[in-house]
């Protein structure tokens, strides 16, 4: 009498459980590595910085550009709108203020969503129209045209709705 095992028919590698396992893993690597291409090659962030060592040799004099703006005792309220900036410059030490005055709004790691916007001064505050900016942590710059002061500042859209400049004093 034949053994039940010697009946047992063999069942041909494509019904089979384990080859199909073999497979899955290494096809998985492939489809994961072509998404992970394609995420590569269709988002492009950009430097935030074009050219570091440039920027750190420019270090002392930004420095004392801060300086320079604590010293004439500038204090800047910046309010973000929708579509509007609004900018209200005070100087402590009754310093003249500028006509005009530059904007910078910097994303943190975006370059490419960074504005400057010229602010200028109408009924004693400075305003200009501003592209609407994402949700998140933004980085501010004020300084006058002719670049000898500077104030540093942050912000975060949408919840901080008048963000307050204080130039460094160090």
């Known amino acids: 009498m034949r053994s039940a095992n010697m009946h047992k028919t063999l069942e041909p590698w494509y019904r089979q459980g384990w080859p199909w396992f073999l497979i899955a893993i290494p096809a998985i690597s492939v489809v994961a590595g072509m998404v992970t291409l394609w995420l590569a090659v269709s988002t492009w962030d950009g430097l935030v910085v074009d050219d570091y060592y440039q920027e750190g040799k420019a270090i002392e004099k930004t420095i004392a550009r801060s300086l320079k703006a604590a010293e004439l005792g500038l204090l800047a309220d910046v309010r973000l709108r929708a579509e509007e900036v ?42 200009a129209p501003l592209a609407p900016l994402s949700a998140g942590r933004w980085l501010l710059q004020v300084e006058d045209e002719s670049r000898s002061w500077r104030m540093n500042g942050s912000a975060n859209v949408p919840a901080d709705s008048v963000i307050r400049i204080v130039p460094a004093k160090s």
């Open 86 to 127: 609004t900018l209200d410059l005070s100087s402590a030490a009754s310093a003249p203020l500028p006509p005009t005055v530059v904007l910078t709004i910097s994303h943190p790691t975006r370059g490419g969503m960074d504005q400057v916007v010229v602010l200028k001064r109408r009924d004693g505050v400075f305003a």
